[in-house]
């Protein structure tokens, strides 16, 4: 589905990813670790399509398409869908507007009828259970005044509602306290499909309690150093990631 | 006495070319033309005329036209429409230059709404309608209460409206012809909004100076709407004023929506003071002209009168709106709140003063002000100057003004949601203005205004982002 090879990217001058070569199937979940600074977070922004980021070098494929000619909104519409670390809020523009016309965009962009108000409630009343919000955040502007846990919360239902082939969640495990993680969890577990994929951007090994991985990637000084399966999770969390780092710079000595 | 002032701009300035103004010799002509009126009027407008010849056009120099150079207006000579068929014809006949359905598409879609139709300045009975208005209502042209004596206008024009040191305001009252009279009895509520509706034919270089004077008695209530509107894209001038005496405990929803030509000028007053505990929520909204001004000024004279002046401005192009609020706090105990809102796109140019004068006796003065700006373009430009003069020494006032861009990180949220650059920029600018469009009561015309807003934005195409 997504086939990442050699990607350089930055901002301006300075050069964060440094080669990253990744492969990502339908209907695998791939985990993104990495020390803060790594490039984990510009990885996500890059596939989202970030326009403050620069591609300088490398490919990225995504279902046989070339994905850095694509603008965001392109690829939004080819099922790409990042939950950002930071949600945006935007005053004046209710939840249900905001997301009703990004679910009719996408429609449209696939030559899908668009669908009226009341069909749109009716589908998304289903979504919020499954983050457990309430329905009357459809009417307060997107994300202001919302809690940090709301905010992850709303980007899980915005992706519920969207439902991306791949999904890119952003650390959105942090700042979640542990039932706030679990809601957060079970939504990304019960949108899990074999025609997905899910590319899980952490710091830390706790999410992966929650959403289990079929690779695990460690990200060092925008380079992967070191990819397994899920044990390798525990491992970085038992040792810590000088571990990583010192393995990395090793292998650079060579 | 503490002063503040904050004044902030953005953009490139532009260098100011004043000319002498020779069209005021016409002015003068002209108002030697004018039909005799009743001995009182005679001498009003003269007085007007006295006024504005002293003082001239204002220039740059003048603090209150600092941003706003006149010249486009003074430099050309304006006939007033009224004048090129005196004695040739009489009342109601421009009724027949205007259609009713050239009018539709500014009613708001309200046949239900007292509608008084003015055309080049002068009240059309032909276009206007508002046979079933509540009997302790005056409401009619202005002209025809002068000839008659009607309602006794005499009481308050020229009053209200201070023109001693406002050159177009004594330039309006000097032409005193036309416009609305409203007279609202004690505890009268006027069921539906009374709409007063300024046409201009935009046949040649042509000026009208609307004349309005709304009196509302005590615990009177009533909203009242004028429409500033062209049937032809052309050059004119459209200089109103509009007085308004609000009594004890009178409510009053008062908008003005200014949608002229984008190659007219306009200049619009509307002073209003305020008896105690009386209620002024005015909404000011200015899309329209190549040059506009629009002045509400409000004195809150009597306890516990209270005003809200909101607005909103959508410039592009080369367009330049200036909008300039003065409210006198004069008596103790009365709250007064001001959110004024403004789009600039192109390479057009904002003003924006507000004054708060705190007098000695306002103690208990609640005042907030802020003005917001959105920049869509690069060469678009905002001169804003929120003003507060304190004399009480118990008073909460605040303000302050800012002035922004369209924030990438918001665009890209909304694109990488699927919604595209154009979709995205219309939402996001349309969120800018929403809060302050939710002021407005008349649910008709808060629609009808978001929706303006939304077109206004959706195909401008100036939506540039970096290639990859």
């Known amino acids: 589905m997504l086939e990442i090879n050699d990607l350089h990217a930055g901002i301006g001058e300075r050069e964060i990813l440094k080669g990253i070569t990744l492969q990502v199937n339908a209907g695998e979940v791939h985990a993104v670790m990495g020390p803060n600074g790594s490039g984990k977070s510009t990885l996500a922004q890059v596939l989202a399509g970030n326009p403050s980021y620069t591609v300088t070098r490398g490919t990225v494929q995504y279902s046989g398409q070339n994905l850095l000619e694509m603008d965001p909104e392109v690829r939004a519409q080819n099922g790409i869908f990042l939950a950002f670390q930071y949600p945006v809020e935007i005053p004046g523009v209710s939840n249900a507007y905001f997301l009703r016309s990004a679910y009719n965009e996408i429609r449209k962009a696939n030559g899908m009828e668009e669908v009226d108000p009341l069909e749109f409630l009716d589908m998304v009343e289903e979504k919020l259970k499954l983050v457990d919000m309430d329905k009357a955040m459809l009417s307060r502007s997107v994300n202001q005044g919302f809690s940090g846990g709301e905010k992850k919360r709303n980007e899980i239902f915005q992706m519920a509602v969207l439902a991306p082939r791949l999904a890119i969640l952003d650390e959105t495990d942090s700042g979640l306290d542990i039932d706030a993680l679990r809601i957060v969890a079970e939504g990304v577990n019960k949108l899990r499909s074999p025609e997905n994929a899910t590319i899980v951007v952490t710091h830390y090994q706790r999410l992966l309690n929650y959403i289990v991985p079929d690779f695990v990637h460690v990200l060092a000084n925008g380079r992967i150093v070191k990819s397994g399966g899920k044990e390798l999770a525990l491992e970085l969390e038992e040792k810590g990631y000088d571990w990583v780092q010192n393995v990395s710079d090793v292998e650079a000595a060579v | ?468």
């Not at chain 2, 120099?61 to 003074?74: G, Y």
């Not at chain 2, 190549?290 to 005003?307: E, H, K, Q």
């Not at chain 2, 607005?311 to 103790?332: F, K, S």
């Open chain 2, 1 to 468: 006495m503490a002063r503040e002032s904050g004044p902030a701009s953005k953009g490139d300035a532009e260098p100011v070319t004043t000319r002498p103004p020779h069209s005021i010799a016409t002015y003068r002509k002209d108002f030697g033309l004018l039909p005799d009126v009743p001995d009182w009027l005679n001498r009003l407008r003269a007085h007007g005329m006295e006024r504005f010849e002293s003082l001239g056009f204002p220039t740059t120099k003048n603090e209150d036209w600092h941003f706003t150079s006149v010249t486009p207006i003074a430099g050309r000579t304006f006939r007033p429409a009224m004048l090129s068929k005196l004695g040739v014809s009489s009342e109601g006949s421009t009724a027949g230059m205007v259609a009713r359905a050239d009018l539709r598409r500014f009613t708001f879609n309200q046949p239900g709404w007292h509608t008084l139709v003015f055309v080049n300045g002068e009240f059309s009975a032909d276009l206007s309608s508002f046979a079933g208005i509540d009997k302790n209502v005056r409401v009619g042209s202005l002209a025809k209460a002068i000839q008659s004596g009607t309602g006794r206008p005499e009481r308050h024009l020229g009053k209200i409206a201070t023109f001693e040191d406002h050159a177009f305001t004594a330039l309006n009252t000097a032409f005193i012809h036309d416009g609305a009279f409203i007279e609202l009895q004690a505890n009268a509520v006027v069921d539906q909004p009374i709409h007063l509706v300024f046409v201009s034919e935009g046949q040649g270089e042509a000026v009208a100076h609307p004349r309005n004077l709304i009196v509302a008695a005590q615990n009177s209530r009533a909203s009242i709407i004028e429409s500033y509107v062209c049937v032809r894209d052309n050059t004119y001038f459209t200089n109103s004023v509009t007085e308004i005496s609000l009594g004890e405990g009178a409510h009053l929803d008062h908008y003005k929506i200014q949608r002229e030509s984008e190659q007219s000028f306009h200049v619009g007053t509307l002073q209003a003071t305020q008896a105690r505990a009386s209620q002024l929520h005015s909404f000011s909204f200015a899309v329209g002209g190549a040059l506009a001004r629009t002045n509400i000024y409000t004195s809150l004279a009597g306890d516990g009168a209270t005003c809200t002046l909101n607005g909103l401005y959508l410039t592009d192009g080369a367009q330049h709106i200036d909008n300039q609020t003065r409210i006198e706090h004069i008596a103790p105990n009365c709250p007064s709140h001001e959110v004024y809102k403004g789009i600039l796109d192109g390479r057009s140019h904002g003003v924006f003063n507000g004054k708060v004068y705190v007098h000695p006796e306002a103690q208990k003065t609640d005042g907030k002000q802020s003005n917001n700006n959105l920049l869509l373009s690069p060469h678009a430009r905002i001169d804003t100057k929120p003003e507060l003069e304190i004399f009480a020494d118990d008073v909460k006032c605040t303000h302050g003004a800012t002035v922004g861009r369209l924030d990438e990180l918001a665009m890209f949220y909304l694109n990488s949601r699927g919604i595209g650059p154009e979709s995205a920029r219309m939402l996001l600018t349309y969120a800018f203005a929403a809060d302050v469009l939710e002021t407005i009561e008349l649910e008709a015309l808060k629609t009808a205004l978001e929706g303006m807003v939304l077109s206004r934005f959706a195909d401008s195409g100036a939506v540039t982002r970096p290639r990859r």
